[in-house]
């Protein structure tokens, strides 16, 4: 599912919103400052920020500038016309006033997703989700590291979800990206992503098919 981060200083707007969006089975991220945000998205790539302006440390109006390729809604008490013009054309992708009717949050975030629905570099499979450009996988909002070679195989699998992906089909899918990934190498590699997985929700994703190779399983 997709991640959002939410970044309020205000503790119970922001779990009110964690909580609501926990409901709809989004993956939560949760800053109470600028200074904080900065440094979570200097980790991992949310598919969505929900930004408060008047933030301890660096502003919402400092951070904007900084968050590249990534939808922000702007969530603030400002209302003044300027400034919300201000923020659409300094990259802002939508602005909504406090107080705000949840329902009407939850659709515009809906609006702004749909546009990032064809990202090939983000995957999701039950409560996985996959983002292969900074090789990170998320489960209820863990953070797993994942090597180049593990996000390759992984994307690959999830691009076939509970289909057998042969032996010989991953070496040949992989190898431009990891041509490191051996026949020998490969069973370690998936031993490796099964234990990150595994370590982080207690469930096996990946299930070895007797004489074809692997798939993934919810």
Same mark, same amino acid.
């Given at each position: 599912?997709?991640?959002?981060?939410?970044?309020? /200083? /205000? %503790?119970?707007?922001?779990?009110?919103? %964690?909580?609501?969006?926990?409901?709809?089975?989004?993956? =939560?991220?949760?800053?109470?400052?600028?200074?904080?945000?900065?440094?979570?998205?200097?980790?991992?790539?949310? /598919? &969505?920020?929900?930004?408060? &302006?008047?933030? $301890?440390?660096?502003?919402?109006?400092?951070?904007?500038?900084?968050?590249?390729?990534? $939808?922000?809604? =702007? =969530?603030?008490?400002?209302?003044?016309?300027? *400034?919300?013009?201000?923020?659409?054309?300094? *990259?802002?992708?939508?602005?909504?006033?406090?107080?705000?009717?949840?329902?009407?949050? &939850?659709?515009?975030?809906?609006?702004?997703?749909?546009?990032?629905?064809?990202? $090939?570099?983000?995957?999701?499979?039950?409560?996985?989700? &996959?983002?292969?450009?900074?090789? %990170?996988? =998320?489960? *209820? *909002?863990?953070?797993?590291?994942?090597?180049?070679?593990?996000?390759?195989?992984?994307?690959?699998?999830?691009?076939?979800?509970?289909?057998?992906?042969?032996?010989?089909?991953?070496?040949?899918?992989?190898?431009?990206? %990891? $041509?490191?990934?051996?026949?020998?190498?490969?069973?370690?590699?998936?031993?490796?992503?099964?234990?990150?997985?595994?370590?982080?929700?207690?469930? /096996?994703?990946?299930?070895?098919?007797?004489?074809?190779?692997?798939?993934?399983?919810?």
């Amino acid at each position: 599912m997709p991640h959002i981060l939410i970044v309020d /200083d /205000d %503790t119970h707007i922001n779990e009110m919103l %964690t909580e609501a969006l926990l409901a709809e089975g989004y993956t =939560v991220s949760a800053a109470y400052s600028g200074t904080e945000a900065a440094m979570l998205l200097s980790q991992t790539k949310p /598919d &969505l920020v929900l930004l408060d &302006l008047m933030l $301890p440390g660096l502003s919402g109006e400092a951070l904007l500038p900084q968050i590249r390729e990534i $939808p922000v809604i =702007v =969530v603030s008490a400002k209302c003044d016309i300027a *400034g919300k013009v201000d923020l659409l054309r300094g *990259g802002a992708a939508d602005y909504i006033t406090k107080p705000f009717d949840m329902q009407e949050l &939850l659709a515009r975030i809906v609006v702004q997703l749909r546009g990032k629905s064809s990202d $090939p570099d983000t995957l999701a499979f039950a409560d996985l989700t &996959l983002y292969a450009d900074t090789l %990170t996988a =998320v489960i *209820g *909002g863990a953070e797993i590291r994942l090597t180049r070679t593990e996000c390759a195989i992984l994307k690959l699998l999830m691009q076939n979800p509970q289909m057998p992906v042969g032996k010989t089909t991953i070496l040949e899918k992989i190898s431009y990206d %990891t $041509p490191d990934c051996t026949e020998r190498s490969l069973k370690q590699h998936i031993s490796n992503i099964r234990h990150k997985l595994q370590s982080v929700s207690g469930k /096996d994703y990946i299930e070895a098919v007797y004489g074809i190779g692997f798939r993934l399983r919810s």
